[in-house]
Nanobody, 121 residues
Framework: VQLQASGGGLVQAGGSLRLSCTTS????????LGWFRQAPGKEREFVAG????????YYSDSVKGRFTISRDNSKNIMYLEMNNLKTEDTAVYYC???????????????WGQGTLVTVSS
């Protein structure tokens, strides 16, 4: 599975961005998906995960209520809608995929290249 993340950019605090993660191939719906982020000098953080059908979702406490993860299996695309952005959300965001365990940050086997989100004050 090859993943491609996009949609990052510069936004002011309080603003919104939508990240996208697309993939090639016909097996997109066979994988649970997730978004991770890594800020400079910090460990990678599991931000959100989504199950095969898109019904089951997981959010870290740091983004719960502000971010929404979704997927459209007919279009092989996953989104991360980010609202009320804070300066501490600044990071490189990565999408990832694995066979199961949408709410478990371990063992994601496939990764996109990352997209930079910068939130200014």
């Amino acid at each position: 599975v090859q993943l491609q993340a996009s949609g990052g950019g510069l936004v002011q605090a309080g603003g919104s961005l939508r990240l996208s993660c697309t993939t090639s191939g016909r097996t997109f719906s066979n994988y649970v998906l997730g978004w991770f982020r890594q800020a400079p000098g910090k460990e990678r953080e599991f931000v959100a995960g989504i199950g095969l059908s898109g019904i089951a979702t997981y959010y870290s406490d740091s983004v719960k209520g502000r971010f929404t993860i979704s997927r459209d299996n007919s279009k092989n695309i996953m989104y991360l809608e980010m609202n009320n952005l804070k300066t501490e959300d600044t990071a490189v965001y990565y999408c990832a995929a694995k066979r199961n365990g949408y709410n478990d940050p371990r063992n994601f086997a496939y990764w996109g290249q990352g997209t930079l989100v910068t939130v200014s004050s």
